[in-house]
Nanobody
Framework: QLQASGGGLVQPGGSLRLSCTAS????????LGWIRQFPGKELEVVACTRKRNGSTNYSESVKGRFSISRDTAKDTMFLQMNSLKSEDTGVYYC?????????WGQGTLVTVSS
């Protein structure tokens, strides 16, 4: 299972850090990612990191503002979000996957508003 936390209400230009902790499996074997769902239900892969080489990828809309990381020892992943904009508002889901397994967190709501 994955447990996501850290969402909340923040003003434009502010920062939040999302966390996602695994139970029952080890992060070191998985590719990890954050996916968000906009209020209109559209999904976007925000960021991902590969277990094989630690490489990261970001959507163009968050590049330079968001950063994904993992603490393998604690089986926790993070999404540091800076310079937040109103269009970042949505429910953020964490994901851990291999070719044979796929885990999702329950989602944490991020609202960017003044």
């Amino acid at each position: 299972q994955l447990q996501a936390s850290g969402g909340g209400l923040v003003q434009p230009g502010g920062s939040l850090r999302l966390s996602c902790t695994a139970s029952g499996f080890r992060f070191e074997d998985f590719d990890l990612g954050w996916i968000r769902q906009f209020p209109g239900k559209e999904l976007e892969v925000v960021a991902c990191t590969r277990k094989r080489n630690g490489s990261t990828n970001y959507s163009e809309s968050v590049k330079g503002r968001f950063s994904i990381s993992r603490d393998t020892a604690k089986d926790t992943m993070f999404l540091q979000m800076n310079s937040l904009k109103s269009e970042d508002t949505g429910v953020y889901y964490c994901n851990a996957n291999t070719s044979s397994s796929d885990y999702w967190g329950q989602g944490t709501l991020v609202t960017v508003s003044s």
